[in-house]
């Protein structure tokens, strides 16, 4: 009767690129391997989602050999990644060989579960990622972004949900990156799901920490009937990260549902991350508190200090409270897209440009695109008068298939492209490293062979590094003696 | 049908207590107290607990006047306090005219709630100072202190509400020191003592936040039909303090429960001590994440640092290990008390006695009283070999009966003591804060008039007294001018 409840670990991925950056290295995770290994997860999650990009940008790390090195130190479990549908890792439209190429041989690297989401919901911009998955023999994890608008309900998620399972998915995933899931629409939606697909459907959930309310957003998604949930163990928690693996377990004691996790592996992978940590102090995000102002704004946090940082470098700090105002506005305007990568920064910067110049003065590039139709359907209808803007600007029609379908094959194209780089292996795989990353993939393959960079630096270090940037922070007068001389020295900061 | 959730606040005395080792000056809580009185809370807790020893050990503050600031500034708010039964808000047990008289000087000040508890659940410590609140017409909270042991069941926790509403208590506080409760007993207990002593008999909550699983347990309660919780402003909430009181107010959204705190409020109190909290960076607590190792060890955190510090002191850091292992084994000799002040340095500083000296070969003063029943009776039987021990030790045979009991009339003689210190101001309130702080009232009134001090910092301020302390940590070139000559100087750490 009491059942047991499937745990996702996060440390290796979405933990530390909520917490910091994407920086952790593979050095300093092989040591918690074993432990992660043998600890009883349902899955560890270590690989996609901004992962790829920091090891090849900042690591100077081989994705694919990270990927190889986590199966092979973790032989017993299952792998699992985050993929943005028709994106891929990158950030445009794959065409259809191209996403069929890397699911099969992330797949021949050793991914078991492939998490698979559109920043949109389009449906259509995961099909091909799924068939792939299902083609070689893993397991496909349909994913619903969870926000909130007045057109998300209840009844359009159970229906997405829907759609998902048609593609032949293994499991779902209602997907809270903004941590904007409430206990009880968590009940709610795990609830409807389960009763219009059946018991049998696998229902995960993916929670932020950030408004401090989604442990018991958890708890009452298990109530409903969740399969399993994922967390991060506590050294890794918190603030925009996740919910801490060992309060969940704690959190389920005496009631009518277990976790199946080695307390005591769970607190030597504790132990081992609580010494990383510190390491990445100067990528450690600033939020240890709760941020429950997103819940108001709609916007989370980090999109806050992008839009800040754009603000700043036009000149117009004091205007963020305008350009806060501004992003719900301009989300309605494009048809209420969840916020996250890459909607999160089209709507934004689009909001900024409309505080800046005057309301869809000027559009951005990509902001065009999304009201065109070129990522995918919105939920909400788009405001018409801005897609003829939209039109006029960039004298590209409005679309209504799926964007992917206007792809022309360029598997053959990128190989070639790719195979005239210096430092590129020959690999398939590599293929696909500068087919996302065409920009920072040429530098990478030609300071591969370097090895992997570990950019954590000892806490005394960079403190002492950190201080002598400006030691003397204020004047400070010395009275100082040489060969029996006294002198007055004033030092002040230059 | 959605039933109202009535919520203390507790900015004013645990928050700060719990995160910032008290030292909150009352200049940095007037300018909030007009949101606190206007956001629609239940209660504000405000006084008693640590901040009056604070106030006049540190803060060079009355307490009395401290009082009475609130009083003033919060005209629609129900003042609440923490006070520890018959030791009142000092370190031993005082004879009942002493408890009569500080709970009327407290009521004629201005608190109207008075949450009273006893370290080691004996209702007969809180019995005299629940008689003195009613008598003044306020409002008596009878208090249960949540622990976990082999003896602590949800029938005993019921039969200790029943002997306390016996007492004339109005409401009932389950207190949750540690952060030990879980869900499904919050849920549990909470509904036993409806069911027991009928759906009238109030139930507030008060939870630490410092394993992460209470804000679920705030929710599992609030379905078992509490009336109250405890909650904290988010910029003074989490690690070793409480749960924020937004995340609890945004928990409770689309549920059969709501609270009526005006969210803008809450906010603009929010921000308020978000822009003190920094100030105070010396003193706060370096836990931001969760600290799960207390459900197994039993041992808050506040405690494993004061055991680590007396180790260090005797050139035994080296025991700790042992000394936690020693700790569980002390307190089950000792009858399973709860492990909060003062009950729970008595436990830990015998466990360490036993580490450096052997078991029991010496016994602390305290825990020879404890034994010997002084504090109080126990849940538990308490070693008879031990009691012997504590009655050779001691010459004092073990008592039965209420501690206070064997006091004879004190008041007078305080009276006439306090009445000979210089600055004294001949009200008994000072009578009272001099009979609670023997040692610390003297200075205090003799300095008094100098004013409240504020131990809180500038941020930037400390940061350059905290590296003034070693400005130079790698090697520096400067340019110094000397009587107009410039000169390029290095210096390095010697």
Redo the contacts between chains.
């Keep these: 009767m009491n059942r047991k409840i499937d745990v996702t670990e996060l440390a290796l991925r979405d933990a530390h690129q909520s917490l910091m950056a994407t920086r952790m290295a593979i050095e300093d995770m092989v040591p918690a391997c074993e432990d992660i290994d043998t600890a009883g997860y349902w899955s560890v999650e270590c690989w996609g989602g901004a992962t790829f990009d920091s090891c090849i940008r900042y690591l100077n790390e081989d994705p694919w050999e990270r990927l190889r090195t986590f199966r092979r130190l973790m032989p017993n479990s299952r792998l699992q990644m985050l993929l943005r549908g028709q994106n891929l890792l990158g950030y445009r439209h794959y065409e259809d060989e191209v996403v069929d190429r890397f699911v099969a041989k992330a797949a021949e690297n050793g991914m078991d579960v492939f998490r698979v989401f559109d920043a949109l919901n389009d449906v259509r911009n995961v099909k091909q990622a799924i068939a792939a998955v299902k083609r070689a023999g893993k397991h496909a994890q349909g994913t619903i972004c969870y926000t909130v608008s007045p057109l998300h309900t209840v009844e359009g998620y159970v229906k997405m949900a829907k759609d998902l399972m048609a593609l032949g998915c293994d499991s779902l995933c209602l997907k809270d990156m903004a941590a904007l899931l ?4 968590a009940y ?1 939606i795990v609830k409807a799901i389960k009763k219009e697909l059946g018991q049998d459907t696998r229902v995960h959930l993916h929670c932020h920490a950030t ?3 989604t ?2 957003s958890l ?2 998604a298990i109530e409903a009937g969740a399969d399993a949930v994922d967390t991060a163990i ?2 890794l ?2 603030g925009p990260g996740h ?2 693996t ?2 969940l ?3 389920l ?3 009518a549902y277990h976790t199946e996790l080695d307390y005591d592996r769970l ?1 030597k992978i504790r132990d081992h991350f609580a010494g990383v940590r510190p390491r990445y102090a100067e990528f450690l995000s600033g939020i ?3 941020e ?2 997103i ?1 108001k704004s709609q916007i989370p946090g980090g999109m806050i200090s992008n839009m800040e940082s754009q603000l700043k470098q036009q000149g117009a700090g004091d205007k963020l409270k305008e350009v806060l105002e501004e992003v719900p506005r301009v989300r309605a305007v494009a048809g209420y897209p969840p916020l996250v990568t890459p909607s999160s920064q089209i709507v934004g910067t689009q909001a900024v440009f409309n505080v800046l110049m005057g309301r869809y003065k000027v559009l951005t590039a990509e902001f065009a695109d999304l009201m065109l139709g070129y990522y995918g359907e919105t939920i909400g209808e788009r405001d018409p008068e801005v897609i003829e803007i939209a039109e006029r600007q960039t004298k590209k029609p409005p679309i209504t298939c799926r964007p992917a379908d206007l792809l022309t094959p360029e598997w053959e194209q990128l190989r070639t492209e790719t195979l005239g780089l210096e430092g590129n292996d020959g690999t398939d795989e590599d293929v696909l490293t500068r087919a996302m990353f065409p920009q920072v993939a040429p530098t990478f393959f030609r300071e591969r062979e370097d090895g992997p960079k570990n950019v954590g630096r000892d806490p005394e270090e960079a ?3 950190g ?2 940037a400006n ?4 004047p ?1 007068k010395y009275r100082v003696t040489v060969n029996g001389t006294s ?1 007055s ?1 004033a ?1 002040a900061p ?1």
Excluded: C, Y
């Design positions: 409430k206990p009880q629409p709610d408004t401090g309310v442990l018991v708890m009452k506590s050294s928690s918190l919910n801490p060992e309060s377990v704690e959190m004691e005496g009631t607190l240890t508190g709760v429950t102002e819940f403190a002492a590094a201080s002598s030691p003397v922070r204020t400070i002198h020295v030092v230059a």
